[in-house]
């Protein structure tokens, strides 16, 4: 089952965002992950959000220990995201 996932992180600018998603090897505009189904990021007035679509959330948590975590850090962000999950009811994909 789909699930959305809120990620804030606390301290975090676009910039240390765009290292993650380059040593990623993804590209904006580009693919995401396997499993990922949406992605958009924003500055907050804390830091970052980001929001995502992913197919489980299985495949979301796994991604994000063996990316998001090691990668964020290697990029200076040292504390790790408040994350929220959203059940999905429906979601539409590109027209």
């Known amino acids: 089952m789909p699930v959305a996932v809120q990620q804030d992180f606390s301290g975090a600018t676009l ?3 765009d290292q993650v998603v380059q040593k990623m090897g993804f590209r904006p505009g580009g693919p995401g992950a396997p499993g990922g189904l949406f992605h958009w990021v924003t500055k907050t007035d804390a830091g970052i959000r980001i929001i995502d679509v992913w197919e489980s959330k299985d495949q979301f948590e796994k991604f994000a220990a063996a ?3 090691p990668i964020s850090a290697q990029a ?3 504390q790790p995201p408040k994350v929220t999950f959203f059940e999905i009811h429906n979601y539409l994909t590109e027209g």
Do not use: D, P, R, V
Request: positive net charge; charged residues 10%; aromatic residues 12%.
């Open 76 to 78: 200076g962000i040292t």
């Open 15 to 17: 910039a240390q965002y």
């Open 67 to 69: 990316k998001i975590g």
